[in-house]
């Protein structure tokens, strides 16, 4: 093989990625809350999740997408883990769709001919199209041209080189198909992407570089190649993400090991079911059932035992409590999918409300608090902000849905006002501690005021209709405070630092009303089917 050679192969898988990355990006950012409404149809039973699962895989054409997405899910609270466990065994069923078009399509026509108008038509609607929907369509569209041209670029260079080699069809060794194994892994690591590797493995032997059962080992090392992608994903993201990972490694462990006990009975089965169909002739044929056939043995094998694997999967990766400065939903994997990563972030910033709130309850109570842990709880709250803010950054980088994109500004609107909230709960707390006397109006106002201040920041409504009963007491309490320093009942000095103290409150009510309003802006743009059933 020459150094163009090379340079060709190169090429042709970079084209193919390139195609795979905007198929799938386009369809994620077209699809919008359609991609939501769809998996959320999988709430109500495993068998649905299976469907969904499939259905989405051989869409998008890509398992990690849909395996990102599932984690969000989780995460949300929207999708069970049983639920999840059946998306991810419907998956790795939906990707035997690309051995399949590889295989009937890519390789039965000239796919220049196939590639270049979807690829032109893509570039007009990217072009001509106003919402960011249709440009990601057109995106989508392009992407599929793409793929099938560097499928061309790669099956005319096996074409070529495919004569040069003879690999036989004769059965291999174990060691011989161990290292067909560990080179279609490899090769799924490297490219990130089964359906890259599979598409390869596909061209090659269509073109005589590989045998049928060196070419079946490496389908199942591609297989088992995926797992990496979702194991990079989980390291250091939340438990519910490390669960839907690890449930995805087990089934391509368990498949990969089925295949290899009856390997050499597949064979027979692919050849007879190739024949049966007319299609002996046909290597990637017999591939693209080969690869069907090892999804339905594995699914057929794990699905009886979802259950137990679910319980087992629910008492592992347990943390011992809750840490508030850790983001619970939010992590590569989900910001993937802008949708999703939307939906994370909203449930972020209704732990943050939470937090906020109890910390300005605390403040403004009876019982003084701990300066330090009201401190360090600020500054707890202060990483999930920033948290929250990089996230908001991450996902205003891809291209999003027009009301996707009017989410953001409210997003970063309400993480602006809680930073402001927690600050003044910390400073009403040191203003209390310096406070020269007991308030001479307490008995009237100031006590109710405090206690309504702490009862509306608990409070969800973003019509609050309580602020006005606040701003009344507020504007009675000044007029006393007013009065008192006037009849000298109270110190200047005093009178000062207690007007002070109640308008600092007063801000802080404020401020919490604006948050609590942007937060329920961000929270509504999400579907009403997102609730589980």
Not at 47 to 65: C, D, K, M, N
Request: glycine share 10%; net charge neutral; aromatic share 8%.
């Amino acid at each position: 093989m020459t150094v163009w050679n090379v340079l060709n192969f190169v090429g042709g898988v970079g084209l193919f990625l390139l195609g795979m990355k905007l198929m799938t990006e386009g369809l994620k950012v077209a699809a919008g809350d359609a991609l939501r409404r769809i998996l959320n149809f999988a709430t109500r039973s495993r068998w649905r999740g299976l469907a969904s699962g499939a259905l989405i895989t051989g869409v998008v054409q890509s398992s990690s997408a849909v395996i990102f997405a599932t984690i969000g899910f989780v995460n949300a609270g929207i999708l069970g883990l049983s639920q999840a466990v059946g998306v991810i065994y419907g998956a790795n069923l939906g990707t035997t769709v690309t051995t399949w078009l590889v295989s009937v399509v890519g390789l039965g026509f000239s796919l220049k001919t196939f590639a270049l108008p979807f690829i032109g038509v893509g570039m007009m609607m990217r072009l001509a199209a106003r919402s960011g929907q249709w440009r990601a369509l057109g995106d989508a569209i392009a992407g599929f041209g793409v793929f099938f041209l560097g499928l061309d670029v790669l099956t005319d260079l096996f074409r070529d080189t495919g004569p040069m080699f003879t690999p036989g069809s004769e059965a291999l060794g174990l060691g011989m198909l161990f290292l067909h194994l560990l080179a279609g892994f490899f090769m799924t690591v490297v490219m990130q992407s089964s359906s890259a590797a599979l598409a390869v493995i596909l061209t090659a032997a269509a073109g005589g570089l590989l045998g049928l059962p060196g070419a079946a080992a490496m389908v199942v090392g591609a297989n088992l190649g995926t797992t990496s992608t979702a194991v990079f994903a989980a390291l250091g993201a939340t438990a519910n993400a490390r669960r839907v990972a690890a449930s995805h490694v087990l089934f391509n462990v368990v498949e990969a090991a089925a295949i290899f006990l009856l390997f050499g009975i597949l064979l027979g089965f692919v050849q007879w079911m190739a024949g049966l169909i007319g299609m002996a002739q046909s290597i990637a044929v017999s591939l693209a059932i080969f690869h069907t056939t090892g999804k339905l043995i594995g699914l057929a094998l794990m699905w009886p035992l979802t259950g137990l694997l679910v319980a087992w999967l629910e008492r592992r990766f347990r943390k011992g409590g809750v840490d508030l400065a850790r983001p619970q939903y939010l992590d590569e994997a989900v910001l993937s999918t802008p949708s999703l990563g939307l939906r994370a972030v909203d449930q972020e910033l209704q732990r943050a409300l939470v937090a906020v709130s109890h910390l300005l309850s605390d403040a403004v109570g009876a019982r003084r608090p701990d300066p330090r842990l009201l401190n360090q709880n600020r500054d707890d709250l202060q990483q999930l902000l920033d948290a929250i803010n990089e996230a908001t950054q991450s996902l205003s980088r891809h291209e999003l849905s027009e009301s996707a994109a009017e989410r953001l500004p409210d997003i970063l609107r309400t993480t602006r006002y809680l930073e402001e909230l927690a600050e003044r709960a910390v400073e009403l707390d040191e203003m209390a501690r310096r406070l020269p006397l007991r308030c001479p109006v307490e008995s009237a106002q100031s006590q109710g005021l405090s206690a309504l201040a702490g009862e509306i920041s608990r409070e969800r409504d973003p019509e609050n209709n309580r602020l006005d009963e606040f701003e009344q007491c507020y504007q009675r309490l000044k007029s006393d405070l007013l009065t008192a320093g006037a009849t000298g009942r109270l110190p200047s000095r005093a009178m000062s630092d207690w007007l002070d103290y109640f308008s600092t409150l007063r801000r802080a009510v404020k401020v919490n009303s604006r948050a609590v309003r942007h937060a329920a802006r961000v929270s509504s743009m999400a579907e009403p089917g997102d609730q589980a059933s």
